[in-house]
């Protein structure tokens, strides 16, 4: 089981990005598919999930900003990044939780100037 995150960039406040993770084999079990990140110097911190039924939770940073989705299909995560600012700058971890592990992904970086 392998996840790929991309999208990042660098981007102007204000700015939008959307990440994705794209996984790759089979994954059962799925508790949730959650988004973390990680500023310099700061330790990771969980931005949003979603759980099978499609419910959705965000951090309170990422509340009404931040859209976490799933496409089956294509099994892949994204996360839609609107009104971005300068503190939201870090490396992206997507994260899949299952009954039997844990996956991760490499970062993203999300780069956001003012």
């Known amino acids: 089981v392998q996840l790929q995150a991309s999208g990042g960039g660098l981007v102007q406040a204000g700015g939008s990005l959307r990440l994705s993770c794209a996984t790759s084999?089979?994954?059962?079990?799925?508790?949730?598919m959650k988004w973390y990140r990680q500023a310099p110097g700061k330790e990771r911190e969980w931005v949003a999930s979603?759980?099978?039924?499609?419910?959705?939770n965000y951090a309170d940073p990422a509340k009404g900003r931040f859209s976490i989705s799933r496409d089956r299909a294509k099994k892949t995560v994204y996360l839609q990044m609107n009104s971005l600012e300068p503190r939201d700058t870090a490396n992206y971890y997507c994260?899949?939780?299952?009954?039997?592990?844990?996956?991760w992904g490499q970062g993203t970086l999300v780069t956001v100037s003012s």
């Open positions: 994260n899949i939780d299952t009954v039997y592990k844990s996956y």
């Open positions: 979603i759980i099978p039924n499609g419910i959705v």
């Open positions: 084999g089979s994954i059962i079990g799925i508790k949730a």
